[in-house]
């Protein structure tokens, strides 16, 4: 399912002393099957932007078109919304706070439920998805707000997975989970993006665009100032940048200066960069 955005303005609160501009003109396209990235300072507008694509929020001006779903500000024209949120998967940042049933199963199987998924189905494709994000049988019948925070998260992430979206929308995914905890969790979004499932990433980890992202939109102050594939972002961001390029993207800069010739938009990760390094040893001046 492809996403455009044609001309999209948002305002909060409108009409009202506390009207707040958030969304100036917007336009863009998000391709069936890719792996994007929303990036800027807090405050830019990516979560709002986002928002609007599941129809959490109707744009004031413009359109937002999901295949074959368009939503625009006029209500009669959006009657097909709850339809469009079988299809997108929105995960807020820290969603396990939104977890509410007495068992861990009974939470992660009330989004199909909630689309008219029969019990029997829900529940095979709630343990599905918690066995997907690492958690088995022995979590299947455990209060979650006995969970820890990484478990909790993973919860979360499993009741959504369980709606099977054919788009799932992250927002900040990463944020307060360990290491491996959070290693665990993009490769597991990584295997749903092969998968055919489109991914959607709003983010301050830079190191995660440079290395799952085949496309990046720079928001700031409401507005799409850039966008293109993440070492054409990354090499163009001025020195004040609000926004800090990963730190494997600076060191592959340096070595660069430094007379080794590698190639930059190949450069993923740690292991993609030593790969190069001894492939080009003899070129080191």
């Known amino acids: 399912m492809s996403i455009n955005l044609k001309n999209v303005f948002y305002t909060y609160s409108l009409k009202t002393p506390f009207e707040t501009p958030a969304l100036y003109d917007v336009n863009l396209t998000i391709d069936s099957g890719s792996f994007v990235a929303f990036i800027g300072a807090t405050g830019s507008g990516k979560s709002t932007i986002v928002q609007h694509l599941n129809g959490l929020l109707i744009p004031t001006k413009g359109e937002v078109q999901v295949d074959d779903f368009i939503i625009v500000n006029k209500k009669r024209k959006n009657k097909n919304i709850h339809q469009l949120r079988k299809h997108i998967g929105l995960v807020f940042q820290f969603p ?64 959504i997975l369980a709606i099977q979206p054919d788009i799932l929308v992250l927002d900040e995914p990463t944020a307060g989970l360990d290491p491996n905890g959070a290693k665990d969790l993009m490769n597991l979004v990584k295997q749903m993006n092969d998968n055919g499932t489109t991914i959607i990433l709003v983010t301050h980890d830079m190191d995660l665009v440079l290395k799952y992202c085949s496309k990046v939109f720079v928001i700031d102050h409401g507005r799409m100032i850039k966008s293109g594939l993440p070492y054409e972002v990354f090499s163009s961001l001025p020195d004040d940048s609000s926004i800090e390029v990963p730190m494997i993207f600076s060191l592959c800069r340096k070595l660069k200066e430094k007379g080794l010739d590698i190639d930059v938009s190949s450069i993923k990760d740690i292991d993609s960069l030593i790969q190069q390094i001894e492939e080009k040893k003899g070129s080191i001046k």
């Not at 529940?123 to 690492?134: F, M, P, Q, Y």
């Not at 993973?154 to 009741?159: D, E, L, P, S, T």
Request: proline share 3%.
């Open 96 to 159: 396990e706070y939104q977890l509410f049933e007495e068992t861990v199963e009974k939470d992660v199987a009330f989004g199909p439920k909630n689309f008219k998924v029969n019990e029997k189905e829900a529940l095979k494709r709630a343990h599905d998805a918690l066995i997907s994000v690492g958690l088995n049988e022995t979590y299947f019948q455990r209060s979650p707000f006995e969970l820890s925070g990484g478990e909790k998260r993973r919860v979360a992430i499993a009741g």
